[in-house]
Every structure is written in structure tokens, then in C-alpha cells.
């Protein structure tokens, strides 16, 4: 039997196996099928080595990716709890907060603290997690479960709206 009629064989004979078993120890379906093509994907790639034990190596590595899943899940808990700390004290907090500001710039400064919470939520954590933060837009995506393009809009959004903001504020001033 040459590699692609075993893998199809194998792929047959226990794929719903593996997914029940994915499934009730994640009890959501969409990852479990994750999962489960994660744990075929990574079969095909080692089919050489594993033709011995191949059920319970398709089993292990099952409760592998369901542990991974895991522990990222509650890493991604744990970042989201911290950004959302970090977003809810934008207004009090800001790069170069330690540095002397003058009067004049201190009002520009909590003016502009004061527009930013005018912002949309998501806007606002875009700017927070770019600005403050220091992400790229790859991470922001990540972290707010956005595409990279969305990053990219509301950031150009919420400094456009900034910016024009900021002028009219200083139109009115002189």
C-alpha cells in the first residue's frame, strides 16, 4: 500500500474517533474540527514514523492540541484582561508621562486625552495597543480578533479625527 492509500485509510478509520473525542474535551464543534485536521495534518507529515501505533499516536496528539488549545486560550485571557487595564487608563496615562510638560502643552495633552475617550471602543484600543502598547498591526489584529486591515482603517480613522480635533481646538484658540 503506497503512502496516499494508507494515509486514506487511516484518515477513513478514525477521523470520526478523534473528532468525538476533540469534541468532548472541548465541547465546541468548529475546534474540535480544528483540532482534528491539526492531528491528520500532522499525521500526514509524520506517517512514516508513526505506522506502528497509529491509533493511539492520533489520540496523543489529540489531547496535545486540546492541551495547546488551552493553555493559548487562557494566555489570550490573560493579555486581553491586561489590555482592557491598560485601555480603561488611557486617560489617565500616556507615552512620556514622566516628562515636565508646560502649561500650554498639559492642556493640549488633556485635551487630547479627553477626544480620545471620544472615540469608538475599538477605536480607542487601537490607538491604546499601537500607541501606548507599542504593537504592530499584526498583533493588534490578534488581540482584538479584527483582520489587519481593520487595524489600519481605525487607525487612520481615529488620527484623522484626532488630528482635525486638534486643529479646530487651535483655530479657535487664535
Known amino acids: 500500500m503506497d503512502k496516499i492509500e494508507h494515509f486514506d485509510s487511516l484518515f477513513k478509520d478514525n477521523y470520526g474517533l478523534i473528532f468525538a473525542f476533540a469534541r468532548r474535551l472541548l465541547r465546541d464543534s468548529t475546534t ?10 500532522l499525521a ?32 489570550e485571557r490573560q493579555t486581553r484582561t491586561e489590555i482592557e487595564v ?4 488611557a486617560g489617565d496615562t500616556y507615552p ?26 475599538h477605536e480607542r484600543q487601537v ?16 488581540v482584538l480578533g479584527c483582520s489587519e486591515n481593520v487595524v489600519w482603517v481605525s487607525l487612520s480613522r481615529s488620527r484623522k479625527a484626532l488630528r482635525s480635533k486638534l486643529i479646530a481646538s487651535r483655530k479657535e484658540k487664535y
Do not use: C, P
Open 32 to 41: 474540535a474540527e480544528d483540532v482534528t485536521e491539526e492531528v491528520f495534518l
Open 44 to 75: 500526514w507529515q509524520e506517517l512514516d514514523s508513526i505506522r506502528s501505533n497509529e491509533r493511539a499516536w492520533l489520540f496523543g496528539t489529540a489531547r496535545n492540541r486540546v492541551s495547546q488549545y488551552y493553555r493559548i486560550q487562557e494566555h
Open 86 to 89: 491598560e485601555i480603561r487608563n
Open 96 to 121: 512620556g508621562a514622566s516628562i515636565d510638560l508646560t502649561e500650554k502643552d498639559q492642556r493640549e495633552e488633556e485635551f487630547l486625552r479627553a477626544e480620545i475617550m471620544k472615540l469608538t471602543e
Open 127 to 142: 490607538l491604546v495597543l499601537t500607541y501606548w502598547l507599542g504593537m504592530n498591526a499584526k498583533k493588534v489584529s490578534r
